[in-house]
């Protein structure tokens, strides 16, 4: 028997039990809206009374399910995920129990004539109960679509948590980076203004040449002695005149 039930358990009949659940509870709970509308027809309200039993049963189904599920996956589901499949085992507990009530309710409205009278107080009640239906399904759909809950996407899903710290760890390492990045290009002024020393070296020779320079011109300038009169070139037109006797 309880290999049986390990069967059963890994075929994951949840979803599927959940969807029957579903719908036959709203669509019963419609069905009898409607047939309030045609009182003088008797099938709605038989189709609705029918619906209503069998959702009845399959809402213990799903509620079986459910804790088959529960058991798998409850002790994976961290963060947010976790909060929001409590609200969802939660309703799984108390909607068998309310859906099982409105069925045993619609059986007297059916066939205990003074139970007959509060039919308008059931639908009420059964479309709160609707409601309800459709918000635990809309958090099934989250812990699935959005978590990943039950799926081979729940273990990737709670690695992703880890990898999460590593880069508040990576600035760490690359803050070597900065320190090195800029100082490579510190010597490169120093490299460009040596040729302007060399040519400011250069040039500062040139000046001391233009002393050697005039010295010699200086000695090669013939200079007059002191005293002296005119030139060799002039003496001859400048000697006097022999005087008559």
Not at 198 to 207: C, G, Q, V
Request: glycine fraction near 10%; proline fraction near 11%; include cysteine.
């Amino acid at each position: 028997m309880q290999a049986l039930v390990e069967t059963i358990k890994a075929w994951q009949l949840h979803p599927v039990v959940d969807h029957f659940t579903v719908a036959l509870v709203i669509v019963g709970i419609l069905v009898d809206l409607c047939g309030s509308l045609m009182m003088s027809r008797a099938w709605p309200r038989t189709t609705a009374l029918t619906l209503m039993v069998v959702g009845a049963a399959a809402a213990w189904g799903s509620k079986l399910t459910g804790g088959w599920e529960a058991g798998r996956v409850w002790d994976g589901v961290k963060g947010p995920a976790l909060d929001v499949l409590k609200r969802h085992a939660e309703l799984g507990d108390y909607l068998p129990w309310a859906i099982l009530a409105l069925a045993l309710w619609r059986l007297g409205i059916q066939f205990l004539g003074f139970v007959m009278g509060s039919r308008p107080i059931y639908l009420m009640v059964a479309v709160i109960v609707g409601g309800v239906i459709i918000y635990q399904g809309h958090l099934g759909g989250e812990l699935v679509y959005d978590y990943g809950v039950g799926t081979a996407l729940m273990p990737a899903a709670a690695a992703t948590e880890s990898p999460e710290a590593s880069p508040a760890a990576t600035p760490a390492e690359a803050s070597p980076i900065p320190t090195v990045f800029n100082p490579s290009a510190a010597p490169t002024p120093e490299v460009q203004a040596s040729p302007a020393v060399s040519a400011s070296a250069t040039a500062t020779p040139s000046p001391s040449a233009t002393p050697a320079a005039s010295p010699s011109e200086s000695e090669e300038t013939p200079v007059n002695p002191p005293g002296g009169g005119a030139s060799p070139d002039a003496s001859p037109s400048e000697t006097p005149a022999p005087k008559n006797l």
